[in-house]
C-alpha cells in the first residue's frame, strides 16, 4: 500500500507564507510526477502546481510567481512554498502522485490539508 500524507496547512492572513508537505510511503519502486492540487467549498478540484522526478515544473497562472514546488527523491517528498498568500488560495490542497508499484505506475492522492487565507 502507498500512503501520501500532507502536513503544514494552517491560518495565515493575506500576505502571509505557508509551506506544504507531502510524504510518501509505502511499496514504493520509484514516484513519477508529483503534484498539489487544491478544492475550494462549491469548486472543482484545479490543479496548483506539478514537478516531474528531475525537477521541472508546472504552475497554474494563480500561483505563478508567488508559489513554488519542489521534491526531495531521497526522502519521496514533495513541497509547496506559498508565499503572498491571497484569501482566494484558501481551500483544501491535496497531494497527488504516480508510483510505480512492481510493474507499473498508479495514481495516489493524500486526504488534503486546510489552508485559510484571511482578509
Known amino acids: 500500500q502507498v500512503q501520501l500524507v500532507e502536513s503544514g496547512g494552517g491560518l495565515v492572513q493575506a500576505g502571509g507564507s505557508l509551506r506544504l508537505s507531502c510524504a510518501a510511503s509505502?511499496?514504493?519502486?520509484?514516484?513519477?510526477?508529483m503534484g498539489w492540487y487544491r478544492q475550494a467549498p462549491g469548486n472543482q478540484r484545479e490543479l496548483v502546481a506539478t514537478?516531474?522526478?528531475?525537477?521541472?515544473?508546472g504552475y497554474a497562472d494563480s500561483v505563478k510567481g508567488r508559489f513554488t514546488i519542489s521534491r526531495d527523491n531521497a526522502k519521496k517528498m514533495v513541497y509547496l512554498q506559498m508565499n503572498s498568500l491571497k484569501p482566494e488560495d484558501t481551500a483544501v490542497y491535496y497531494c497527488?502522485?504516480?508510483?510505480?508499484?512492481?510493474?507499473?505506475?498508479?495514481?495516489?492522492w493524500g486526504q488534503g490539508t486546510q489552508v485559510t487565507v484571511s482578509s
Open positions: 514537478i516531474t522526478s528531475i525537477g521541472s515544473t
Open positions: 497527488n502522485a504516480d508510483v510505480r508499484v512492481t510493474s507499473r505506475f498508479q495514481n495516489y
Open positions: 509505502g511499496s514504493i519502486g520509484s514516484i513519477g510526477i
